[in-house]
């Protein structure tokens, strides 16, 4: 069975391909990891993706229909694509196109 990756419009460079191609090919295992590691990164997780604030903003019509295009392009809802731009903006890994 082929990966989902290779359906999508993912744009791969000659080391991702690389990576794919072994993954596919089962050069590569899974390694099951050990349960104080899966708690650990579930914690990051779970602190990392907590939404507990609410923001109104008000923006121009042309932005927000901008917005709605970008989203549908992303595949993800409006709201989603604006909290995730926010987040790497202030985290510091943000970058402009």
């Not at 390694?31 to 899966?38: A, D, I, M, S, W």
Request: net charge positive; glycine share 4%; aromatic share 6%.
């Amino acid at each position: 069975m082929r990966c989902f990756v290779k359906k999508m419009k993912y744009k791969l460079d000659k080391e991702e391909r690389e990576i794919l191609d072994a993954i596919e090919k089962g050069e590569w295992a899974a390694v099951k990891p050990r349960k104080t590691e899966l708690a650990h990164y579930a914690q990051i997780a779970k602190s990392t993706l907590r939404k507990d604030k609410r923001m109104n903003i008000r923006i121009s019509k042309a932005d927000m229909d901008r917005l709605k295009v970008k989203a549908a392009e992303e595949g993800v809802p409006c709201q989603t694509l604006v909290s995730s731009v926010l987040h790497k903006y202030v985290s510091g890994s943000f970058k402009a196109a």
